[in-house]
């Protein structure tokens, strides 16, 4: 008996050691101070049919943990290029599924949300909330809605855009869902993995304005593991992010074409009294 527990033992860390590694989503947002601009959601995926030896574990960078390489494409039913078909198969009208991009032994998949004002990227932003079967945009509160504000002080302009990160990972929700449900094929780790671990949030960038963030999952050597190991990828976990874009607030042309109308006039007045009164 003791030896068949070995045994099971033995076959389980194995299938964990050679296991997928998530997809990393991310977000990459340029607006203007008008609230208008594009969003693209992408997701980075390993996909180890590109590489001739096997991909080394982003959580073992040299090897030393004994965890297994990465194997991502038997769990995605066609490899992983079958996401691009699914994507463009179910993104939403609004969407633009731009084409596969190829990066070394990645495949990155990016959507495309245009808008023409914050009242438009808000509409598409509930729209993506609403898509996910186990979501709904009031499900969350207005603390955790995306807020765009414009100010003046002395002479300048601020223009702030926050957002949350639970509403972020909400509005791609729709795709983690479909996909787990229908070409993720868990394979040797089925009771293992769930829909809430083949993807992790590893990338906010926003460019409002002149003014840029950007936050990235990256590699700390001091994350002490669960097997007493230490380094591990630690991907985003703030709750919020917020941008702020400042410039010189432009001057009203309008009041200063009229003042100086009003002061021609008045010079011209002046000018006419002045010539009648002297004949």
């Avoid at 495949?107 to 949300?113: A, E, K, N, P, V």
């Avoid at 186990?134 to 414009?150: G, H, M, Q």
């Avoid at 083949?198 to 002149?210: E, R």
């Amino acid at each position: 008996m003791k030896r068949n527990f070995t045994l099971f033992v033995i076959i389980v860390l194995t299938l964990l050691l050679s296991a997928c590694w998530p997809g990393e989503i991310g977000v990459d947002t340029v607006m203007d101070e008008n609230g208008m601009g594009h969003r693209d959601y992408f997701v980075v995926v390993y996909d180890d049919s590109l590489s001739e030896t096997p991909i080394t574990n982003p959580d073992d960078p040299d090897g030393t943990k004994g965890n297994g390489p990465v194997l991502n494409d038997k769990h995605i039913t066609g490899g992983v290029e079958a996401l691009q078909d699914w994507f463009e198969t179910n993104a939403p009208s609004f969407m633009e599924v731009l084409p596969m991009e190829t990066e070394g032994n990645q495949r990155i998949f990016t959507l495309r949300m245009t808008f023409d004002s914050f009242e438009d990227f808000l509409t598409k932003y509930e729209q993506l909330v609403n898509l996910s079967p186990n979501l709904s945009w009031d499900d969350f509160t207005d603390a955790e809605k995306p807020s765009f504000t414009t100010s003046e002080e002395e002479g300048m302009t601020y223009v702030s855009l926050t957002e949350s990160k639970v509403l972020l990972e909400a509005s791609f929700d729709w795709a983690i869902d479909g996909i787990f449900n229908s070409i993720f094929d868990a394979a040797d780790l089925a009771g293992f993995v769930d829909k809430a671990s083949i993807t992790k949030f590893a990338t906010y960038k926003t460019m409002l304005g002149d003014e840029s963030l950007e936050i990235t999952s990256e590699y700390d050597e001091t994350v002490v593991n669960d097997n007493e190991t230490t380094g591990a990828v630690v991907f985003i976990d703030q709750d919020s992010f917020t941008v702020t874009y400042s410039y010189e607030t432009p001057t009203n042309n309008t009041v200063l074409f009229v003042a100086i109308g009003v002061g021609v006039v008045a010079v011209a007045g002046l000018a006419i009294a002045f010539t009648k009164k002297k004949a």
